[in-house]
């Protein structure tokens, strides 16, 4: 049986450690059920390791009353003998990147449809719960939001349909490869979203099958089951045709290893819908992440100068998008707040 140390994976061999490949496991698992990565033991986390305020949490969400930690963990089958499961660790862990390395999000914005200049880069660790989050606002900070105004009250309409992009992000860390070193990763283009997660479509389905006939099998048994607790994720088969069915553009392909999900940006929809610009975007989102910060110090944050900063300001003033709260010597700049529509 293979086990797992410091995110690499090895099996005894007489007196040998053998360091095992990717493909090698990739056999082991299709050929085993039990050698699933999410219900395989981690020889190195223990109880104390674990977040039990992040297990209530869970509980309360899924409907299921708090007895005590073992008795919830056997019951999820996330432990056995006081042995954890790797689910176990990446889901409710304090610290998971302590026993996965790849267990982070790494997400950032370009300013083109290519790779070559960075606006903003983030890397997020945690567990499962907070990267899809994490992942989800990071999108939605950097995409542009358009408004449908009725009366006294507004929508607010993503250019990107905010349903599917969640369900994309839920397929990307529930179908994921952990046996994989690499991570989940999110990339912000001006024409485009791509969502990218290590490991091809499990059980040797295409995606043609997966959306023509609505079947999938999964890799991640355990951590599904504890999606489907909390109501994250379609039924089985129905994620990407309810991808499909909200953005019908959406473009789906499998290359080296990795499955990518590409969204279109709709330029033209923002427009319509009265959205603001890219550079805009970006201080509205400073403003919003960082309330109370004055000219100077959104100029320098942005490095750019304070006219510009003057003119923009200006521009989210017209669109009743910001104010000013406080002095003049001693306020700063808020993301104003608008009634949503029942």
Known sequence: MPYSAE???????????????????KKLIIKNKDLRWDSSFNLKAKLKDLDIRKLRCFCKTAGITFTNGI?????????????????????????????????????????????????????????????????????????????DVKGLYRDDIPEINREALRESLINAFLHRDYYEPDFISIGVFRNRVEIRNPGYIFGGLTIKEIISRHISKRRNEIIADIFNRIHLGERKGRGISLIIEKEPDTQFEQIAGIFITTFKRKENLFRQLGGINGGIKILLTKIENHPGLRVPDLSKSLNKPVRTIERQINELKKQNKIEYKGSLKTGGYYVKKHPKSR
């Not at 990446?90 to 390395?101: E, H, S, V, Y």
């Not at 997020?124 to 995409?143: P, R, S, W």
């Open 71 to 147: 008795d919830i963990l056997e019951s999820l089958n996330l432990i056995s003998n006081t042995r954890l499961t790797n689910a176990a660790v990446i889901l409710f862990a304090k610290k998971p990147q302590t026993f996965f390395p790849n267990s982070i999000l790494s997400c950032a914005v370009f300013a083109t449809a290519k790779t070559s200049t960075i606006l903003d880069q983030k890397i997020f660790d945690g567990d499962i719960f907070h990267l899809l989050d994490e992942a989800e606002k990071y999108i939605m900070q950097n995409i542009h939001i358009g408004m």
């Open 7 to 25: 995110g690499r994976y090895y099996m005894r061999v007489a007196d040998e450690d053998k360091q095992m490949s990717s493909e090698e496991l």
